[in-house]
């Protein structure tokens, strides 16, 4: 039987600028500071989270990480409620996109943060 690999995933960004991406997440998308290294006020490392949604950002390149921020992907959230979520944010920060509905049954709408990594917000129909 295949070993369980859990229920969560730990996104772990490299950023440009610690306090320039520290005030995005925390000022504007309402996370907060829950880990650090080595001390709060000037982390190399560090963890926010909202709710069960946590995200490292890192200001050195850690093992297998380019050495500039990069991806090409998107990381998507899933929130209780999009609605709710666009009227919290909307004025706050550009929407890449959104929100619209998918033709595979998604409600959704996108932003950037600061080095560029899109975050999705999606719920169901």
Same mark, same amino acid.
């Given at each position: 039987?295949?070993?369980?690999?859990?229920?969560?995933?730990?996104?772990?960004?490299?950023?440009?600028?610690?306090?320039?991406?520290?005030?995005?997440?925390?000022?504007?998308?309402?996370?907060?500071?829950?880990?650090?290294?080595?001390?709060?006020? *000037?982390?190399?490392?560090? *963890?926010?989270?909202?709710?069960?949604?946590?995200?490292?950002?890192?200001? *050195?390149?850690?093992?297998?990480?380019?050495?500039?921020?990069?991806?090409?992907?998107?990381?998507?959230?899933?929130?209780?409620?999009?609605?709710?979520?666009?009227?919290?944010?909307?004025?706050?920060?550009?929407?890449?996109?959104?929100?619209?509905?998918?033709?595979?049954?998604?409600?959704?709408?996108?932003?950037?943060?600061?080095?560029?990594?899109?975050?999705?917000?999606? *719920?169901?129909?």
């Amino acid at each position: 039987m295949p070993t369980k690999l859990g229920n969560r995933v730990l996104p772990c960004l490299l950023v440009d600028d610690m306090r320039r991406s520290l005030a995005f997440y925390l000022e504007v998308l309402g996370f907060t500071q829950t880990g650090y290294y080595p001390i709060a006020s *000037e982390p190399m490392r560090t *963890e926010v989270r909202r709710d069960d949604v946590a995200i490292v950002l890192l200001n *050195e390149a850690a093992h297998g990480i380019a050495e500039k921020p990069a991806f090409s992907g998107a990381l998507y959230i899933f929130p209780e409620s999009i609605d709710q979520l666009v009227n919290e944010l909307q004025g706050r920060v550009p929407f890449a996109w959104g929100p619209e509905e998918t033709d595979f049954g998604i409600r959704q709408f996108a932003i950037r943060d600061p080095d560029g990594y899109l975050l999705v917000f999606a *719920e169901r129909i």
